[in-house]
C-alpha cells in the first residue's frame, strides 16, 4: 500500500501557516482563505467594508461597482519564510474593468504551490517517484451600482486541486479534484453618516469536493465577512481610516459515522448541506476578529496597522505596512509580527498595481 509521507507533512505545515485556523479539519481547498494583497495584510486583513482597488475581488466584489478605469494588482507571498522552503509559495493577480452602461467586470487568479512530494510505501523510506503538488482558482467578477451609495457583486469561480497523482491504499480516487463557487457581496457607503461604510461578503458557496467518493466529499470553505469602515480625516493632503471586519466559516460537521468501503470500514464526520450550514454553523464559536488603519499622506506615501485575533485559534498578532505610488504605479508591503516560534512570524507580502480611477 503506497502511502504519501512528505505530502503529508507538507499539508501540516501548509494548514498551520493559514491565518484561518479556525478551518482546520472542517473544509478543503484552504488556499481560498489566505488574504490576498500586501496593503490589506497591512491593515491585519480588514478590508470588506473598503474594497476600493482590484483585490476587491477576493475581499468585496460589490466595491469593484465605485471603480473607474481598468486596474491590475498582483500579490507574491512566501509560505513559512522560517523553513527556506523555495518551491513553497503563494501568487494572487487580478484585473478589473469599468464597462459604461453595464458595471465592472474583473477576473484573478489565485495560486498556492506545495512544492515537490516523495511518494513511499510502507516497507521503508526508499523513494517510489515524485510528484508537485498545487491548487487554483479561477474567478469572473461583475458588480454595479444598486443606488448612489449601494453596490453589489457576484464572483463565480472554478477551483482545482492537485495534491497527489496517486491514491491511497484501496481509496479509488487520488489527490485530485475540482469543484465551482460563487461569492457574494454588498457595500453600503455613508451608512448612517458621512464616510461610514458597511460591507459585507459570503464567499465559497457550492459543492462539496470529492476527491476519493462522493461518501467522503469535504466541503469548500464558505465564509462570512462583515465589516465597517470609517474615513476619519479625509483632507486634501491627508487621509485616515479605520476599519474592523468579523469572520465566520459557514462549515458545520455532526457527529461521525462508520461507512464501508471494500470491506474495510472508516469513520467519517457528517457535514452539514451548505445552505444549511449558513444557519448551523452559528453554533460553533469560532470567529476572527481583524483591526486595522490606513493613512495616506497627499496620496502619496501610506502607513498601515493592524491586528488580528482568532480566539478560537488561540492565533493573534499585529500587523504593519506601507506604500508608495506615483502615477499609475502602486507598491505594498506588509509584514506580520506575531513572536518568537510562531508559524506566521516573518511573514512577509509584495504587491504591485498598476492603473486607476
Known amino acids: 500500500m503506497k502511502k504519501i509521507t512528505s505530502l503529508v507533512a507538507i499539508l501540516l505545515i501548509f494548514v498551520v501557516s493559514i491565518p484561518n485556523l479556525f478551518a482546520v479539519s472542517e473544509a478543503a481547498v484552504l488556499f481560498l482563505l489566505i488574504s490576498p494583497h500586501a496593503r490589506v495584510g497591512g491593515m ?56 459604461e452602461g453595464l458595471g465592472t467586470v474583473g477576473f484573478n487568479i489565485t495560486f498556492a504551490n506545495y512544492g515537490q512530494q516523495i511518494i513511499t510505501d510502507e516497507t521503508g523510506p526508499e523513494a517510489l517517484g515524485t510528484f508537485n503538488s498545487n491548487e487554483f482558482a479561477i474567478t469572473l467578477s461583475y458588480a454595479t451600482l444598486f443606488s448612489q451609495n ?29 469543484a465551482f463557487a460563487v461569492d457574494l457581496g454588498l457595500l453600503k457607503k455613508n451608512l448612517f453618516m458621512d464616510n461610514l461604510s458597511f460591507g459585507v461578503n459570503i464567499s465559497n458557496i457550492g459543492p462539496k469536493i470529492t476527491y476519493i467518493d462522493n461518501a467522503q466529499a469535504d466541503p469548500i470553505p464558505t465564509n462570512f465577512k462583515i465589516g465597517f469602515a470609517y474615513k476619519a480625516i479625509d483632507q486634501e493632503f491627508n487621509s485616515l481610516t479605520f476599519v474592523a471586519d468579523m469572520n465566520k466559516l459557514l462549515v458545520h460537521r455532526t457527529a461521525s459515522n462508520q461507512i464501508s468501503v471494500d470491506g474495510d470500514t472508516t469513520l467519517v464526520s457528517e457535514v452539514d448541506p451548505v445552505f444549511e450550514a449558513f444557519f448551523s454553523a452559528w453554533q460553533d464559536d469560532n470567529y476572527i476578529f481583524n483591526l486595522g488603519t490606513e493613512y495616506w499622506y497627499a496620496n502619496l506615501i501610506a502607513l498601515r496597522a493592524g491586528y488580528y485575533h482568532d480566539p478560537d485559534g488561540k492565533v493573534k498578532y499585529l500587523t504593519i505596512g506601507a506604500g508608495l505610488k506615483y502615477s499609475i504605479y502602486q507598491f505594498d508591503f506588509g509584514y506580520i509580527s506575531a513572536g518568537d516560534n510562531h508559524p506566521l512570524s516573518d511573514t512577509m507580502r509584495f504587491s504591485m498595481t498598476i492603473g486607476g480611477q
Open 44 to 99: 491585519g486583513e480588514a478590508f470588506v467594508a473598503v474594497a476600493d482597488d482590484a483585490s476587491a475581488v477576493f475581499w468585496n466584489p460589490a466595491g469593484l461597482a465605485f471603480q473607474e478605469g481598468r486596474q491590475f494588482t498582483s500579490m507574491y507571498q512566501p509560505l513559512l519564510p522560517q523553513f527556506n522552503l523555495d518551491d513553497l509559495y503563494y501568487l494572487f493577480g487580478a484585473y478589473r474593468q469599468s464597462v
Open 150 to 178: 449601494t453596490g453589489v457583486g457576484l464572483n463565480v469561480k472554478f477551483i482545482k486541486s492537485n495534491l497527489s497523482e496517486v491514491g491511497a491504499g484501496i481509496e479509488k480516487g487520488n489527490g485530485k479534484a475540482s
